[in-house]
């Protein structure tokens, strides 16, 4: 059977049978809690309560600021203890609103709509840039944007990207395996504001058992259709995803929606059912704690804001051989962590514990001009020539070999049998001319 | 936490393969020539192998050590560059130019321009041919196969002899060490195949460009047997499998392996059918090798999306 993909990419070590079989457990967070107030791509939210003020679960506690940008709720009740600047897991300082919990999670009422079908775009919308929905896959682009393109005529496909090809995590995994149709009611209402789109479930062939939920909670709705996709890194980046799912192709200049594409991940959906069925905000998701460092490995209902450390204890803490690589978010894309002193966001998805830390273990030697890394770039670039005009500081030639269109996957570092640098290389000299395109 | 934990960046995991695994699995894939090599020619073409491998290792190792430079011969690149460089030779040659060979391969083809992946043509090509222009004679001297004229297969169709294509195919034919068994190069082939090693775009575009030119212009028309002598008999095969293929003097860009073929292909015909000589593989190959900057810029391989640009939405 042709299983639909794309060009390139590699096939690391999943890692999923660690935790994947692990149902979600709720844990409540103690102590303090940590909101930073950019969670998402755009300007950082605003705070509405002050230092002493006493907030409830579900509170607002900081205003979208601006429409690019996306309101911050309390995940806990307690008292603001402080707003002042903590790390985050990318490593940046970031101005936060910290939180003191009392353990009670007295929660506000939240405003419900038994009709959903009833609700207009606009009203949607609303609903959901008010909850302040981000997408949870790791971008945290604001939803409600993502959601109002130019042309919502032209939207014909509307993806859920449920392939989840990072290795290691299964948060999107046991979403899918407990409660499925959450899933599926957020995509029908996405569908209700884009009347000629057909809404795909992309996901890749490993993930069987949640093929077929899916297929059997879709069947019968012409509109709803589930794609099944070829395990691979990484399938489940935008562009890769798109293009497996619907044959079109975008690059770095276009949005999804220039090829008639919404995609949404699953935390997302789930998120946009709860804010428009419940008029809940968006204060917990679900996060994997694993790696072979780690005692038992599990997936946790979290509370968004809930320290590194507490969810490391919570999963039975470190084996006696101990962490030489800690990771928020996966192997491929996430953010190695010195110091796991930082909170959970809206678009951390993971913590990974790993005994070995390969990035580091081995010696970078010459390079052979082999071209795995071109066989392995998604993007068909070629990374062995623009990490040399990264380290050559040649941006125009950078340019010129489509750097731009990195998308980061790191998968050509992955394969290089020279262990180069190569995806750093070319992040960083990608940063370096958009700086400069920017300024002029 | 009691300890600062090392930050990376982005990916955090590695494949297992590195440059000595694949190296391996080239001199892997050169054995089977290699052994018929020595079956074909007997004792002196083991020594020859022998002695080129050892020099090869030996000049790189000197080289680093004089320079005080770390020493890179774990990853197997100068074994490899010695096995080919023995491929390439007489079974007769005497070992001391072997030497010679292995010392201009690796001291002034590969290290003087910066070591492995620096260098712009294949050391063990560029040690062949110093050694053809400098030792014509030895170099060119088939006759310890038989004893008599020791004229290879295509040395004897350019004079106008017919051939016996079955024993070039097995490979008991007078010529080089490694070059003589077609059989046994494509069982290397298909070794580096499918271990991942190669992949068919430049052999297959080099093979196929000399068999039309061939067809065209060798002036022989359509005969078949001629066609498949040309391909068994001299380096073609062990070239466009072994030495074409080679990562650091070939084009990285997917089009370019392509054009890098061709013009191999159109060179090496050029050079067999209108040149002095019945061989050409290699200097078509070490010439080609040249071009390899200019190929690339003119091959930049266009990213995935952007020649849909214009018509976006097409499906």
């Known amino acids: ?440 | 936490m009691d300890t600062i934990l090392n930050v990376t960046s982005n990916p955090h995991v590695r494949e297992k393969t590195d440059t000595q695994k694949i190296m391996l699995c080239v001199i892997v894939a050169l054995m089977p020539a290699a052994l018929f090599g020595i079956f074909n020619f007997g004792i002196n073409a083991l020594i020859l192998i022998l002695v080129s491998v050892i020099s090869c290792v030996f000049f790189e190792w000197a080289y680093e050590k004089l320079l005080k430079k770390k020493s890179t011969i774990s990853d197997l690149s100068a074994v490899v560059t010695g096995l080919l460089l023995a491929m390439n030779l007489p079974s007769s040659l005497p070992w001391w130019m072997a030497i010679i060979g292995a010392g201009f391969a690796i001291i002034f083809v590969k290290m003087l321009f910066g070591g492995l992946g620096q260098n712009f043509m294949n050391p063990a090509l560029g040690g062949r041919c110093f050694l053809m222009i400098s030792f014509t004679g030895p170099m060119t001297d088939f006759s310890a196969f038989d004893g008599f004229t020791g004229a290879t297969p295509l040395a004897s169709l350019k004079a106008g002899e017919s051939v016996d294509t079955m024993k070039m195919l097995i490979g008991t034919i007078p010529g080089t060490i490694g070059e003589t068994s077609t059989i046994a190069i494509l069982i290397g082939a298909v070794i580096m195949l499918l271990c991942g090693i190669i992949d068919l775009k430049i052999p297959a575009s080099y093979l196929i460009t000399f068999s039309i030119f061939t067809l065209l212009f060798a002036g022989h028309g359509f005969d078949a047997n001629f066609l498949v002598a040309e391909l068994c008999g001299g380096g073609i095969m062990l070239g466009a499998f072994f030495m074409a293929t080679d990562y650091v003097s070939s084009p990285i860009t997917p089009m370019g392996k392509i054009v890098f073929g061709i013009i191999l292909g159109l060179l090496t015909g050029v050079f067999r059918f209108f040149g002095p000589s019945a061989e050409g593989v290699s200097y078509a190959i070490i010439f080609t090798n040249l071009l390899v900057p200019l190929i690339e810029r003119a091959t930049i391989p266009r990213a995935f999306g952007i020649k849909r640009e214009s018509k976006k939405g097409g499906a």
């Open chain 1, 1 to 440: 059977m042709g299983l639909k993909t794309f060009k390139g990419g590699v096939h690391p070590y999943d890692g999923k049978e660690l935790s994947k079989s692990k149902p979600v457990k709720e844990l409540l967070p103690k102590g303090e809690l940590v909101f930073p107030l950019s969670q998402h791509i755009g300007a950082p939210a605003t705070p509405i309560v002050e230092v002493g003020e006493a907030v409830l679960k579900g509170q607002k506690i900081a205003e979208a600021g601006g429409f690019v940008s996306s309101p911050i709720y309390s995940s806990v009740s307690g008292t603001v203890k402080a707003i002042e600047p903590r790390r985050v897991a990318v490593g940046d300082m970031v101005n936060s609103i910290i939180i003191e919990s009392d353990g009670q999670f007295n929660e506000v009422a939240y405003e419900e709509t038994e009709d959903v079908t009833m609700l207009t775009s606009e009203q949607i919308i609303a609903k959901i840039k008010e909850a302040g929905v981000v997408g949870m896959g790791g971008a945290g682009f604001p939803t409600h944007v993502k959601l109002s393109p130019k042309e919502p005529d032209k939207i014909e496909y509307i993806i859920a990207n449920c392939a989840e090809c990072e290795p290691y995590l299964t948060s999107d995994y046991r979403r899918m395996v407990e409660e499925p149709e959450k899933l599926v009611e957020g995509m029908k209402i996405v569908l209700q504001m884009f009347p000629k789109a057909k809404g795909v479930f992309g996901i890749e062939d490993n993930k069987h058992d949640c093929v077929e939920a899916l297929q059997r909670l879709t069947a019968g709705n012409s509109r709803l259709e589930v794609c099944e996709l070829m395990t691979k890194y990484p399938q489940g980046g935008e562009r890769q995803l798109i293009k497996a799912v619907t044959g079109r192709e975008i690059n770095a200049k276009m949005l999804p929606a220039d090829a008639g594409c919404i995609v949404d991940n699953v935390e997302t959906l789930v998120a946009i059912y709860n804010a428009v069925r419940f008029g809940r905000p968006l204060t917990n998701r679900i996060f994997t704690v694993t790696g072979d460092a780690v005692v038992e490995p599990r997936n946790f209902a979290i509370s968004i804001g809930t320290n590194y450390s507490e969810l490391l204890e919570a999963a039975g803490g470190l084996l006696a051989q101990g962490a030489k690589k800690m990771i928020a978010g996966g192997p491929m894309m996430g953010f190695a962590l010195f110091d796991l002193n930082i909170p959970t966001t809206k678009t951390t998805s993971a913590l990974l514990c790993l005994t070995e830390d390969e990035a580091s273990k081995y010696e970078t030697t010459a390079c052979i001009n082999c071209g795995r890394c071109v066989e392995a770039c998604p993007e068909q670039l070629v990374p062995s020539k623009l990490a040399d005009f990264s380290e050559r500081g040649l941006k125009g030639e950078f340019e010129k070999w489509y750097g731009l269109e990195c998308v980061e996957c790191g998968s050509c570092s992955f394969g290089c049998p020279a262990r180069r640098h190569l995806a750093q290389a070319i992040k960083t000299m990608k940063k370096q001319v958009l700086a400069d395109k920017r300024k002029k």
